[in-house]
């Protein structure tokens, strides 16, 4: 319904709809870069149940669309500019079947590996969603045994219980199957997080660890240095750094990864989430990417998937969401308190709204994890009490 509405809206302004049809958003993001398109519109939950879909729309470049034009259209959307002139006649744009631009794709993701993975088992939850061809696709042709779940979408299953979001789904099947590695995305593929062959997850955090680990072996890794944001794990920093590379921390957000990484020259960037950037190949966070650099950084150490995290260490973490409908008001009450609770505890403590979702997220690091369970309850009665006195007033 939305592809159809975006398309009729499109064409009636006198654009032309090129149609990807289920597709990942590194794709359309790729697509738009290398074919000339003047913008790229993505519709997906990303990491969220259907009923959340929205809309992506990137530029020229496939990155996220500007702030200032962004601005615009809110504006538009909000009733504050005039109606956009329709087109008529034979100025009505048309729609195309572009399902060889998704090819292309695939087709580059295929380019990326210098080796071959025969012989390895691999798993993949494609977290019923954008993936669920293109991911089995990619592996198949270069030569691993693919073992996939989340591969059976049907519009409202996306992210329910599978893919990046519920891992314990993937652990199970490289467990039962003895796989070698396996890999799972979200619901539009820009995301990925990886499991060894225990079973065991290696978060975002690890992947970057070991992604600048392999590239600085490569010599690829640019003033090694990386590119992390404020939700990734103290140890990643102090890991990295006994490598000799640097992290360039940023807020939290894809967005603020670009735009730190281009700012400072970095070649690699990403989130404890797994949305990881890699400049040489794309100008947005891709899932499968990630898989790819990972595997490829596997089959040349030859050594198993937990032995690509050796050296790696992080501090207890917890992280809570709490549901609420006005995150931004309630913040800005309780921002004394969080600095209370902060230095009583001694640990660091991040407390912010969704970019995504009505709740707000609360993120404790320490070296006591039983610190970082109290700092986490305490701030959760913060909000509570002062939900309670906003309503009240």
């Avoid at 009636?12 to 359309?28: E, K, M, Q, R």
């Avoid at 259907?50 to 996220?64: F, L, P, R, T, V």
């Avoid at 691999?122 to 779940?149: C, E, H, Q, R, Y």
Wanted: glycine share 10%.
């Amino acid at each position: 319904m939305l592809e159809d509405a975006l398309c009729a809206g499109l064409t009636a302004s006198g654009a032309d709809a090129y149609i990807l049809h289920v597709t990942t958003t590194p794709s359309v993001s790729y697509i738009t870069r290398c074919d000339g398109f003047d913008c790229g519109i993505m519709i997906s939950a990303s990491h969220n149940p259907y009923c959340d879909n929205g809309i992506k729309i990137m530029n020229s470049q496939g990155e996220k669309l500007e702030d200032s034009v962004i601005d615009v259209i809110e504006e538009y959307l909000d009733g504050k500019l005039k109606d956009i002139p329709l087109a008529s006649g034979v100025n009505i744009g048309r729609t195309v079947d572009y399902i060889s631009g998704r090819n292309r794709y695939i087709g580059h993701l295929i380019a990326l590996s210098t080796c071959s993975y025969k012989g390895l088992r691999v798993g993949l939850d494609a977290a019923n969603g954008s993936a669920f061809m293109i991911a089995k696709s990619v592996f198949d042709a270069l030569g691993a045994k693919t073992f996939v779940i989340g591969d059976s979408p049907n519009g409202v299953n996306v992210n329910d219980g599978v893919g990046s979001t519920h891992i314990e789904k993937l652990s199970e099947l490289v467990k039962s199957d003895s796989l070698d590695i396996g890999f799972a995305f979200d619901g539009d593929a820009d995301r990925c997080i990886c499991v060894d062959e225990r079973g065991e997850i290696i978060t975002g955090d690890e992947e970057l660890f070991i992604l600048a680990d392999y590239l600085k072996s490569r010599g690829e890794l640019a003033g090694s240095k990386i590119v992390c944001t404020v939700m990734s794990n103290g140890g990643l920093i102090e890991s990295l750094s006994a490598k000799g590379i640097s992290c360039s921390v940023c807020e939290v957000g894809d967005k603020n990864v670009c735009d730190e990484m281009s700012k400072s020259g970095c070649v690699l960037g990403g989130e404890r989430s797994g949305h990881v950037v890699f400049s040489k190949y794309e100008t947005t966070g891709d899932g499968l990417v990630t898989a790819i650099m990972i595997m490829e950084a596997l089959v040349e150490k030859k050594c198993r998937a937990s032995e690509l995290i050796k050296g790696y260490k992080s501090y207890p973490q917890v992280l809570v969401n709490v549901p609420v409908g006005n995150k931004r008001e309630i913040l800005s009450a309780i921002e004394d308190e969080i600095n209370t609770v902060r230095n009583s505890l001694g640990v660091r403590l991040l407390v912010r709204p969704s970019g995504t979702e009505e709740v707000i997220r609360i993120l404790a690091e320490s070296e006591s994890y039983e610190n970082c369970v109290c700092a986490c309850g305490r701030i959760r009665e913060v909000i509570d009490g002062a939900r309670g006195r906003i309503c009240a007033e």
